[in-house]
């Protein structure tokens, strides 16, 4: 289902994303109000632009094997970055009851977390 497929797509891309932005590795910095100031946002493809007014179609963010031709800071969801944080703090407890959709997005976390650790790949 494509809808699914993205919804899935989200949370990977909010999974390395948040991270970087986290770890202060991301130096592109990816802030839209940044962006603007500095003319950047057609360019990045920013999703707060309507589609007419976005540079040509192109990869502008991408780590492994994700990658997504919109700014990441508008392609993540604030429900990705939620199921997220909910992932994290479910990994410290160890336990706890998840709903279906939980347990299918923690599910892909949990694979996305495994291939980066025995790649090394940051
Ligand atoms: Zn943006």
């Known amino acids: 289902m494509r809808a699914e497929r993205e ?15 986290r770890e202060a590795r991301d130096l ?6 940044q962006c603007r100031r500095q003319g950047l946002e057609a ?12 540079g040509p179609g ?9 990658g997504i031709d919109e700014c990441p800071t508008s392609f993540v969801t604030p429900t990705s ?4 944080e909910k992932f994290f ?6 336990s706890g009851e998840l709903t279906a959709r939980e347990a ?8 996305e977390l495994r291939a980066e650790q025995t790649n090394g790949d940051r």
């Open 89 to 94: 703090v479910w990994k410290a407890v160890g």
């Open 81 to 84: 970055a939620e199921f997220l």
């Open 43 to 54: 360019r990045r493809r920013c999703g707060f632009l309507p589609e007419d007014k976005r």
């Open 58 to 66: 192109r990869v502008v963010w991408a780590h492994g094997r994700v």
């Open 28 to 33: 592109a910095g990816w802030r839209c109000e």
């Open 104 to 111: 299918e997005a923690f599910m892909a976390l949990e694979i």
């Open 7 to 21: 919804r899935k797509k989200k949370l990977i891309v909010a999974f390395h994303f948040l991270r970087a932005q």
